[in-house]
């Protein structure tokens, strides 16, 4: 059984509707991609999954229950966490303070100092930067952080909105080898990502949202190869 | 002469540290959720009336009764969040003030009901303290070491408590601070509670100090504002030198000029920072 379901569902902003009943699932320890052009519906699924929005119509699974009409912080607290487009860090508090917020939910508090060696691992410039203001590192550093932020919460699904938007070939590199650790160590992971090629690559399984619903779905490699995803997405 | 400039620098300074904590309950509210509290002076108000029933009434000792105030200054703001603020907490800025003011009125209107607005006494002295040339009445040395220590306690609790932390992380951004897990609206709650306290607070140390009436609050709100904006808004340190400049310029004016010179410099000087340095002294929340 997916550990995330959604069932249909169709949300917006106002009077907008921008998901046209949307179905997908997300399986226990998988990399899951979701891509599809800009004003697709991504970021609005995310929202919606987390709470920002509330859906219009359909349901939100989560580990057998529903919860899609739950606020963010209930769902933070069940182990659903998002990393938000534009890493939205507290910019105001230092690196380490924001690592402290990440590891709020109850279910984080025991494991953190854990979590926080392996953060250092996973990103050793973050261990050099604790007492700096986290809005005066570079965005690629920005993102790093947010990225951890997200592990602190000790997530049962991590959803990653843009990870590589707007930050140098290097650094996205280096993000995407992080992502495979995390893949590696276990942690369920749903990634929004402009950046298509890269994405399916890393990738388990994915799904390609068009207008407002799933156009496609399937094991990466394969939507690597099919021939539309080819022409309309990976430009050859 | 050196020693009349000297003894009201000393007495301005000390009168600064509580407009500063008055100050920064005012802060700490906008720089958390960019409402500006004009219930701020009234509530000021209930401080000082509620220091001197309980001294006149239960004879308890000020300093002791302020506790009490401080714990009723917490509840009323708790309160006044969930029934006037909350609902108006993401509408344009004028619902917030327009909700904000109407409590304002209440308070006045209840409280001039009460008590009229003829002026009422602490009766309490802690005797003078003499230090060379300089002497200085006790309640009012009682009042600025609480209030300094009123700072430092704030400062430690925004800066070194898990609680605190999340006051600033719900006031840098709190759509982020919601996904870590942070229930929003209750530190919200939380933060204007612990403004309206510290504005209880101050009102309770000045009443140790001047005499009050129900519509005092009103100028002391004034001095807050003026303050807030030297210092920079939603820096509670700044708050604190904002509140320590009004009160030297208190203390020292009236040695070369009449008393009713005071808010005409402080304003002139409130206008010179806006066109000079409108983030504030210290610069204000990003």
Not at chain 2, 64 to 73: H, S, T
Request: charged residues 15%; without cysteine; neutral net charge.
């Amino acid at each position: 059984m997916s550990v995330l379901e959604i069932r249909n569902v169709i949300s917006g902003y106002d009077e907008l509707q921008i998901l046209w009943g949307v179905d997908m699932g997300i399986e226990e320890g998988q990399l899951t991609a979701l891509v599809g052009s800009n004003g697709a519906g991504k970021t609005t699924l995310l929202r919606t999954i987390v709470g920002q929005l509330k859906p219009w119509q359909g349901q939100i699974i989560f580990q057998g229950q529903d919860v899609s009409t739950l606020p963010p912080y209930t769902k933070a607290e069940m182990g659903l966490i998002m990393v938000p487009e534009g890493r939205q860090l507290f910019t105001d508090m230092s690196v380490m303070e924001n690592l402290e917020m990440g590891a709020t939910p109850r279910r984080a508090r025991a494991g953190a100092s854990q979590r926080l060696e392996m953060i250092f691992e996973l990103f050793p410039r973050l261990k050099e930067r604790l007492s700096q203001k986290s809005g005066t590192m570079s965005g690629g550093e920005q993102q790093m952080l947010a990225v951890a932020r997200g592990i602190m919460s000790d997530p049962v699904v991590l959803m990653i909105d843009e990870l590589s938007l707007g930050l140098a070939p290097v650094l996205t590199l280096d993000l995407f080898q992080a992502l495979r650790k995390l893949r590696r160590e276990g942690i369920t992971i749903l990634l929004v990502e402009q950046n298509v090629r890269m994405a399916l690559k890393v990738s388990d399984y994915a799904y390609v949202l068009a207008k407002g619903k799933v156009e496609m779905n399937g094991l990466s490699h394969e939507i690597e190869q099919d021939e539309a995803v080819r022409t309309t997405y990976l430009g050859i | 002469m050196v020693n009349v400039l000297l003894a009201s620098l000393i007495d301005g300074l000390l009168i600064g540290f509580v407009y500063g904590i008055a100050a920064m309950g005012l802060s700490l509210i906008f720089g958390v959720m960019d409402v500006v509290n004009l219930a701020h002076g009234p509530i000021i108000a209930l401080g000082m009336f509620g220091v001197y029933l309980l001294f006149s009434l239960l004879g308890l000792n000020p300093f002791i009764a302020l506790i009490l105030v401080a714990v009723m200054g917490l509840l009323f703001g708790l309160v006044m969040y969930m029934t006037a603020v909350h609902r108006v907490i993401d509408a344009p800025p004028l619902s917030s003030l327009l909700a904000t003011f109407a409590v304002n009125m209440m308070i006045i209107g209840i409280g001039t009901s009460l008590f009229t607005t003829s002026s009422y006494n602490v009766e309490y002295s802690l005797g003078t303290v003499t230090a060379g040339p300089i002497n200085v009445t006790g309640t009012r040395l009682a009042a600025s070491l609480i209030a300094l220590l009123v700072t430092a306690a704030l400062y430690w609790f925004l800066y070194y408590t898990r609680t605190g932390k999340y006051i600033r992380a719900v006031a840098n951004n709190r759509s982020s601070a919601e996904l870590m897990g942070i229930p929003s609206t209750r530190i919200l709650a939380l933060s204007f509670g612990i403004g309206t306290m510290l504005a209880a607070i101050a009102g309770g140390l000045i009443a140790t100090i001047f005499p009050i009436n129900i519509l005092a609050g009103g100028s002391y709100e004034l001095k807050s504002f003026v303050i807030v904006v030297m210092g920079g808004l939603g820096n509670p340190l700044g708050a604190l030198i904002g509140g320590l400049i009004l009160g030297l310029m208190e203390g020292v004016v009236p040695v070369f000029m009449k008393t009713t010179w005071v808010p005409v410099l402080e304003f002139m000087l409130f206008i010179i920072i806006l066109l000079v340095r409108p983030q504030g002294i210290l610069g204000a929340k990003e």
